[in-house]
């Protein structure tokens, strides 16, 4: 059987050496596909839209359709649409993934989305000083983190309403 897996290796490194190479091209345009959901809605599905700008825990940053491929983490704060016929519309997310693929696509999965119209600014000062009296009285590093993040997101929520 050794003698066999000798006899074959070299014909199996011409085999794996002969193999063509495969390469894509990104086509350029005007616009890109854009899908875009969360646990309880869906937004976006395959629309075209000419920009998005996203919130990402590296910091803010716009997409036009020849963005490089990205994989970005979400924070809190507003993800921005801008759609082919020049409106906008802005959705406000807790976190989540945004992914930019090869072929210009764009995928945005948020944990928990809103749009920005429909937030209460009375509700998200509320929510905002909950979280900062549970910051407050953290007394373990979990409930501590727990609370540093729900700060977050209420300080995002109401900056969005302002």
Not at 11 to 32: K, N
Not at 75 to 97: C, H, I, L, M, R
């Amino acid at each position: 059987m050794a003698a066999l897996a000798r006899s074959l290796r070299p014909a199996m490194r011409l085999l794996s050496s002969s193999r063509p190479v495969l390469t894509t091209r990104r086509g350029y345009a005007d616009e890109m596909s854009f899908t875009f959901a969360a646990a309880n809605q869906v937004y976006y599905v395959g629309a075209n839209v000419k920009q998005v700008d996203v919130p990402s825990s590296s910091g803010s940053f716009g997409i036009l359709p020849n963005h490089v491929p990205t994989i970005a983490t979400l924070k809190p704060g507003v993800v921005t649409v801008y759609e082919a016929d020049g409106s906008k519309k802005e959705v406000f997310v807790s976190s989540g993934t945004v992914t930019i693929n090869d072929d210009a696509s764009v995928q945005v999965l948020a944990e928990e989305a809103c749009l920005v119209e429909e937030l209460d600014k009375s509700a998200c000062q509320e929510i905002l000083s909950k979280a900062q009296s549970q910051l407050a009285s953290a007394s373990s590093a979990v409930e501590k983190a727990e609370a540093e993040i729900a700060v977050e997101v209420g300080q995002e929520l109401v900056r969005a309403t302002a």
